[in-house]
């Protein structure tokens, strides 16, 4: 089964400004990525809409970092998927920095998914055990109960589940300059793959990711390391130079 490359730079709430954001768009898509490796830039909220009609004609695709899961109303704050129309491909959802300062849990993030798939957009579903889990040995189990539930609306929507990535992310690893061991993350990979086809669903066509302090010095490891896909970069993904070569590694 091949399964297509991707990398995607998670921003956050970085850089500083929508001119510096549209400069690193500018930047990055100076660099074209390798065949068959698409590349993708998750810019604030705020930029979106500059970074988009930056990389226009760029093979760099720009997704969102969330949306709500609804789409239109009193929600202060957020954003439809229906509004990324013309101007990103896809999203994050489920990232452990939302589930934790934002309190979703696995139901919403079920429903931001259900909703970002509807409209028509490339899902980054992101899953990671806490460092209390991984320690008392959860992993596995913690995995298996965010893709049964996070996922499940694809059940329903099966023709589109091909709009499914998912983000093996440790929240250990992330910002912490100790990325997990590729056996770890190929481990994950393979939970991963076994409950989303307890789903019906076809894991082994499903792209898996990883994301947890991803440098240009570990990426080669992790593009070596099976059932590993790609990777979703935080920190490394604001330095252009560094962030092109974590893509060439995955070529
Ligand atoms: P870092 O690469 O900064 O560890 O962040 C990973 C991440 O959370 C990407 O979504």
Redesign the pocket.
């Known amino acids: 089964m091949t399964r297509a490359r991707l990398v995607v730079g ?1 921003w ?1 709430m970085n850089p500083p400004s929508v001119d510096a954001a549209v400069a690193l768009a500018r930047a990055v898509a100076e660099t074209p990525p390798p065949a068959h490796v698409a590349v993708g830039v998750a810019p604030p909220s705020v930029a979106l809409v500059a970074v988009s009609a930056a990389l226009r004609g760029s093979p760099v695709a720009v997704y969102a970092q969330d949306v709500h899961w609804e789409d239109r109303g009193a929600h202060t704050g957020a954003i439809a998927a229906s509004m990324l129309a013309g101007h990103a491909t896809g999203t ?1 959802v489920g ?3 939302v589930r934790r300062e934002q309190g979703d849990d696995d139901a919403r993030v079920a429903r931001k998914l259900a909703r970002a798939v509807a409209g028509g957009l490339r899902v980054v579903l ?1 899953v990671g055990e806490s460092e209390a889990e991984f320690l008392a040995g959860e992993t596995e189990r913690l995995i298996v109960r965010q893709i049964a539930v996070d996922a499940a609306p694809l059940q329903a929507a099966r023709e589109r589940s091909g709009a499914l990535v998912v ?1 093996y ?1 440790p929240i250990w ?4 300059g100790r990325p997990a061991t590729p056996t770890h993350a190929s481990n994950a990979a393979r939970v991963i793959r076994r409950a989303l086809d307890g789903l019906g669903l076809d894991g082994a066509a499903t792209a898996v990711l990883y ?4 440098t240009a010095a570990s990426a080669p490891e992790f593009a070596a390391a099976d059932g590993i896909d790609g990777a ?5 993904s604001l330095a252009a130079a560094e962030f092109a070569s974590i893509v060439r590694a995955f070529g």
């Open positions: 998670n956050k994050i990232h452990s920095e992101c983000a992310e690893a992330i910002g912490t994301g947890g302090s991803v979703l970069v935080g920190g490394a």
